[in-house]
């Protein structure tokens, strides 16, 4: 069975938590097919201090990007 390709990604941005503190973690769905262009989108969206934690976790599909009402481009907290 083939899998359909991702038309946008849940991208995770994790800030390390301070003293000792438990880390936190943003979501976010993305309607951008590329990873890597997801991620810096989200960047530039969040205006994220560091590319370094932010990581695309899941692949949306058409589907799911249809549900969300995501137009193409889109950056918008999960």
Excluded: C
């Excluded at 951008?32 to 205006?47: F, G, Q, S």
Aim: hydrophobic fraction near 50%.
């Amino acid at each position: 069975m083939d899998k359909a390709s991702p038309a946008g990604w849940v991208i995770q941005i994790m800030t390390p938590g301070h003293a000792g503190a438990a880390p936190t973690f943003r979501y976010f769905n993305v309607a951008i097919v590329d990873a890597k262009i997801a991620v810096e989108a989200t960047v530039e969206h969040v205006t994220a201090k560091s590319a370094a934690n932010v990581s695309p976790v899941r692949p949306l599909s058409a589907q799911e990007i249809a549900v969300l009402r995501l137009k193409a481009g889109a950056v918008k907290p999960a």
